[in-house]
């Protein structure tokens, strides 16, 4: 099984440009191939990128699936800019700390929400305020731009009252039926995608952003 790798080329296939045998690597490969937690496995090509050199093949592992779900939930489907305010469901767990580490470092106001337990670790990569889940306040929230979700049921539908018109709710574990026509709503399965890890790796070693 497994789909997160971080490892040294060994061989490469017909026709691969862009890497060396030699190359420390890091990636996720895609739904159809498993494999990663084999001593090899092949992937292709574009589904990796360079580790960043400040981290260990280990830690290096710990990143592609958290650190891409983030990313494309904040901007690619999200939008996120500087100035503007996210709320972050599941702040304390492996992605939602990463969301709120990129979120902070993109400039915006960042909420995260969870159990009680995931509150200081939140605040600790860079959310602004954290709001308890099993209490009731998310009704003191409005005017939200972007809603990232990693909890779905109920949450996930406590979630449109919270955005400003033509804000967007982006969500990763189910696509309910839209309650709102003034907000966009996006569902998705994260991607590997080269360019993404680049930029990500080049984050990693100039910001420092964590695994949790």
């Keep these: 099984p497994g789909h997160e790798v971080s490892g040294t080329v060994v061989a490469l296939g017909d026709g691969t440009t862009g890497l060396s045998v030699g190359d420390a690597v890091f990636g996720l490969t895609d739904w159809y191939r498993d494999g990663s937690l084999a001593e090899y496995v092949t992937v292709e090509a574009r589904n990796l990128s360079i580790k960043p050199s400040s981290l260990s093949h280990v830690d290096a592992a710990a990143f592609p699936m958290t650190a891409l779900t983030a990313w494309q939930a ?6 996120l800019t500087a100035g503007q305010t996210v709320v972050i469901h599941g702040a304390g767990g492996g992605v939602g700390t990463m969301a709120v580490q990129l979120a902070a470092a993109a400039g915006a106001h960042v909420i995260g929400t969870g159990r009680p337990s995931g509150r200081e670790l939140a605040l600790q990569v860079g959310a602004e305020r954290y709001v308890d889940l099993a209490g009731d306040g998310l009704a003191d929230l409005r005017d939200v731009d972007v809603v990232f979700d990693l909890v779905g049921g109920d949450v996930l539908r ?10 967007t709710l982006v969500s990763i ?6 309650e709102r026509s003034d907000v966009t709503f996006r569902y998705f399965v994260v991607e590997p995608n080269r360019d993404q890890l680049t930029e990500l790796a080049r984050r990693i070693d100039a910001e420092g952003l964590r695994a949790v």
């Design 158 to 167: 406590r979630s449109w009252p919270l955005l400003r018109p033509g804000g």
């Design 74 to 79: 904040l901007v690619v489907h999200g939008g």
């Design 173 to 178: 574990v189910e696509s309910p039926a839209a």
